[in-house]
């Protein structure tokens, strides 16, 4: 019998080769989306400084990510793995 945890981690790294290969470019919500899972998934809670409040692009992505605060990082890769598939069907 598989360990599920081995078995979402494979599903993960496929949907992290599968995410470069989209039908469609995601949009910037879903983009962020995706950053803030995958970073949760693979580090877990965000503890890097914030960045220059007028680095835009930075500071989403930052926000993204500490909004999942808390999430465990097999949660995070079992969401980034459904937004990988949920894109793939657009």
């Given at each position: 019998m598989s360990d599920p945890a081995s078995t979402n981690n494979a599903e993960f790294i496929k949907a992290a080769e599968d995410v470069k290969n989209l039908p469609n470019k995601p949009s910037n919500v879903e983009l962020l989306a995706l950053y803030a899972h995958f970073k949760?998934?693979?580090?877990?809670?965000?503890?890097?400084?914030?960045?220059?409040?007028?680095?835009?692009?930075?500071?989403?992505?930052?926000?993204?990510?500490?909004?999942?605060?808390?999430?465990?990082?097999?949660?995070a890769q079992a969401k980034y793995i459904e937004l990988v598939k949920e894109l793939q069907q657009k």
């Open positions: 949760q998934g693979i580090n877990g809670d965000n503890t890097t400084a914030q960045p220059h409040m007028f680095d835009l692009q930075a500071k989403a992505k930052w926000t993204a990510w500490t909004n999942l605060k808390g999430t465990t990082k097999e949660a």
